[in-house]
């Protein structure tokens, strides 16, 4: 079975400091899709950046990058020169292809709520 | 970018009600829509799936005749929570997809805040 882990419930970063979010997955399947959403306490999800796991490059989106490590089964969200708007709920999300029905739906880590401080 | 729109944002209503919550796709067809809840401080949880003009396929453990879902059409998706009870009381938040490319993100609705007296 797919799964997503987010180890870190919570992080603390001054403004204008990166931080990299961490996020593993399991899956034995080999062709599939890694996404960043951010949730702000007002609630809407808000996409961030993809990873497609045949992607050579990692994926990179203005201030959002990601650190992919195929190998290693991380796809770890670095956000560069942090800002007090920045602080939110981050959610790893993967999608894999699925042979009956569902329509490949997204799997969702437990999050992890960042904190920009001043 | 894509928006995908939901209504209402708050609901209010006492115990027995039926409640319904609007999800639309407003510059792009829909194929795929999707219903989350979501408890506080802890992960979506996906209630269930509905492709347009079929029935949705549910989660294991959600109840298809407490929360009823209607794709009617490639922009509209519908959820009902029928004679709701306090325990139904959660964020709510849909999600719309335009294919069903494994690229294709997810657009979420800003969500539905249910409480049930």
């Known amino acids: 079975a797919q799964k997503i882990t987010q180890t870190q419930p919570g992080m603390f970063v001054q403004e204008k400091e990166a931080v990299t979010l961490d996020c593993t997955y399991d899956?034995?399947?080999?062709?599939?899709?890694l996404f960043w959403y951010k949730q702000p306490s007002s609630g809407e999800m808000i996409f961030l950046i993809y990873?497609?796991?045949?992607?050579?490059q990692n994926a990179t989106e203005g201030r959002y990058s990601l650190n992919f490590q195929k190998a290693r089964k991380s796809a770890n969200l670095v956000i560069s020169a942090s800002q007090l708007g920045d602080s939110a709920m981050y959610f790893c999300a993967m999608r894999f292809r699925e042979v009956t029905g569902g329509g490949n739906k997204l799997t969702f880590g437990t999050g992890t709520q960042l904190k920009v401080e001043l | 970018g894509a928006v995908v729109s939901q209504h209402p944002s708050r609901v209010i209503c006492k115990s027995g009600t039926s409640v319904k919550i609007e999800c639309r796709s407003l510059d792009f067809q829909a194929t795929t829509m999707f219903w989350y809840r979501q408890f506080p401080k802890q992960s979506l949880m996906l209630m269930a799936t509905?492709?347009?003009?079929?029935?949705?396929?549910?989660e294991q453990g959600v109840e298809k005749d407490k929360f009823l879902i209607n794709h009617a059409s490639l922009t509209l998706s519908t959820l009902t929570v029928t004679s709701a009870h306090p325990e139904d009381s959660s964020f709510y938040i849909c999600s719309a997809r335009a294919g069903q490319a494994i690229d294709q993100p997810q657009h979420f609705g800003d969500g539905t805040r249910l409480s049930i007296l």
């Open positions: 990873q497609g796991s045949y992607d050579e």
């Open positions: 899956t034995s399947d080999q062709s599939y899709g």
């Open positions: 509905s492709n347009e003009g079929s029935k949705a396929t549910y």
